[in-house]
């Protein structure tokens, strides 16, 4: 992953200046990476950034799921079911 060391800050900044980091990211629409000994331990960005995120996210969980069910129906054959009248005589239910 590919960050832009202008906007890493470590936690001890980040407690100095939270306020004034949250109001750049609000206005800048960008994101601020918090490390802890020299690792990445935080992003925050803006709430917008993480709706579209999450909401790529759903996208994509959809699209395999839409992947899995093709694959799925390729092999499906409608002779095949079991009427539920049968299920439920079989199963006496």
């Known amino acids: 992953m590919l960050i832009n060391t202008d906007k890493m800050i470590s936690i001890t ?13 609000d206005s800048e629409k960008t994101k601020v990476f918090v490390s802890r000994r020299n690792k990445i331990k935080a992003v925050i960005m803006s709430t917008e950034e993480y709706e579209t995120l999450l909401e790529a996210a759903g996208l994509l969980e959809e699209l395999d799921i839409s992947e899995n069910l093709k694959k799925r129906m ?17 199963y006496e239910l």
Not at 16 to 23: E, G, T, V, W
Not at 76 to 88: F, G, L, Q, V
């Open 13 to 25: 900044e980040l407690q100095k200046q939270l306020p004034k980091i949250i109001r750049d990211i």
């Open 74 to 90: 390729k092999n499906y054959n409608p002779d095949n079911n079991i009427s539920w009248e049968d299920i439920k005589a079989k």
